[in-house]
């Protein structure tokens, strides 16, 4: 088969080559962008003299037409032989309007251009991505609302260590939603400068002006360095590194809900809708979309590892190694925005059992930092507190009884200072309604931290 480059050739390109060489199979997901891009381009060409006026609007016409030909779903672009969906676009232009569409990319080589679809396909993106974030933040703060008093033991080592809220667990989740949205803005400020105009690698001797084509497409700035221009793809490890970090969070939440949902915690129940069943157990009810959103991490984690290891032997500039890069960004693209919505709706129908969660807190002596920071509030270093309190615990599990359970007479066999105001301080709502340090579990607390997220949403 012929292509753009046979001029240069001899023989025919195998028809294997092409396949193998070929990425509209997947860039073909770049088209709007593309053809946004050579919109700009076509008119900086116009404006600039490069190409004639008359010549620029053809090809501005021609653009348009072929993208909404494209949003009606009269063109395919998968039938095609074209290498990559910027020849396929040019191709159609070409057909659509003769010589002018030849003129299209004077001034342009395909490593800006691929360069330049690539930046503005992840900004879109990363843009959506935030919203389902944002998205996921409301679901969270409107459930913790509901549980600004719902007590649940707070776990260190995966053993009960103190009370807590359930409203408190949720904004922990918050905190680190807040952090991804945060590391996407800073991805698409260094993602939002435009390569246009490096051309091959080395700029070009056309009399372009880029600040056209800059402010067309809206990007901060242009590169500075040609070369830098056409083989930088560390947008893409950011946005891969920051997906990543997403699934991470998402997975480690996932992980939580399938213990919370098991017979053996039973502190929730997820919805009907959101489980699935077993083909031989009648009564099994499984949180399968946690436990996938937990198993895609790490295909996520391998997309950044893969584009790791794309670049880390790429001398200057473009290299054809640099289409390795999409399939992956792609890949981890659909993954965390397939995961979020469904994630969030499984969250919010979920059902919190809160006597479950309530009886939890009972035992295992979580409230046992608050014997031992009573007897310092009367004067006794925090050590010897500590080891005092040590030893009634000791003493409980020796007698098979709680921290509640004992008798002021037992308590006074440890230490004389204990009285009658020990019971008050070792209730579980005191010592959830004493941790109101900045940041703490108390429900005052908790509430000024979901007035804190909730403000974060409101100024998206």
Request: glycine letters at 4%.
């Amino acid at each position: 088969m012929k292509t753009m480059y046979s001029g240069r050739f001899s023989k025919n390109i195998a028809e294997e080559t092409n396949d193998f060489n070929s990425s509209l199979h997947f860039d073909a997901r770049m088209v709007e962008q593309d053809i946004k891009g050579s919109i700009a381009h076509a008119i900086m060409l116009g404006e600039c003299g490069i190409i004639s006026k008359e010549s620029s609007s053809q090809i501005v016409e021609g653009l348009s037409a072929i993208q909404n030909e494209f949003d009606e779903g009269l063109i395919n672009p998968y039938t095609s032989n074209a290498e990559d969906i910027h020849m396929f676009v040019e191709e159609l232009l070409t057909d659509k309007i003769g010589e002018a569409g030849k003129m299209l990319h004077t001034a342009r080589s395909r490593n800006d251009q691929v360069a330049l679809d690539t930046r503005m396909y992840v900004m879109d993106k990363e843009k959506d991505l935030k919203s389902e974030l944002y998205s996921l933040l409301d679901v969270l703060c409107n459930l913790a609302s509901e549980h600004t008093k719902t007590i649940m033991p707070g776990y260190t080592h995966l053993q009960r260590a103190q009370p807590i809220s359930f409203a408190f667990q949720l904004m922990a989740y918050s905190q680190m939603f807040i952090r991804d949205i945060k590391r996407l803005d800073q991805c698409i400020e260094r993602t939002n400068i435009m390569p246009l105009g490096s051309c091959a690698l080395a700029g070009t001797s056309y009399p372009i002006n880029r600040e056209i084509t800059k402010s067309l497409l809206g990007f901060n700035s242009a590169c500075e360095n040609a070369s830098d221009g056409v083989s930088d793809r560390d947008f893409l490890v950011e946005l891969l590194t920051n997906i990543s970090l997403i699934m991470m969070h998402l997975s480690r939440f996932s992980e939580e809900i399938i213990l919370w949902c098991s017979w053996e915690f039973k502190f929730i129940e997820l919805d009907d809708a959101y489980c699935t069943g077993s083909s031989i157990m009648p009564q099994k009810k499984n949180a399968d979309i946690a436990e996938l959103v937990r198993g895609k991490t790490g295909r996520c984690y391998g997309n950044l590892m893969n584009m790791l290891t794309t670049l880390k032997g790429l001398p200057l500039a473009y290299n054809k190694d640099l289409q390795e890069d999409k399939e992956a960004v792609f890949d981890s693209i659909d993954t965390v925005m397939q995961c979020i919505p469904i994630f969030k709706k499984m969250v919010e129908t979920m059902n919190v059992i809160k006597p479950n969660m309530y009886k939890a807190a009972q035992k295992g002596f979580i409230n046992a930092t608050d014997v031992a920071d009573y007897l310092t509030k009367k004067g006794i270093p925090f050590r010897t507190a500590y080891k005092i309190t040590g030893e009634i615990v000791s003493y409980c599990i020796e007698k098979e009884k709680t921290l509640d359970d004992l008798s002021i007479k037992e308590y006074k066999n440890f230490h004389k200072e204990f009285d009658e105001d020990i019971k008050n301080e070792i209730l579980l709502e005191n010592c959830l309604n004493k941790r109101n340090s900045f940041g703490g579990t108390a429900p005052s607390e908790v509430e000024r931290q979901i007035k804190t997220v909730k403000k974060f949403i409101n100024n998206k």
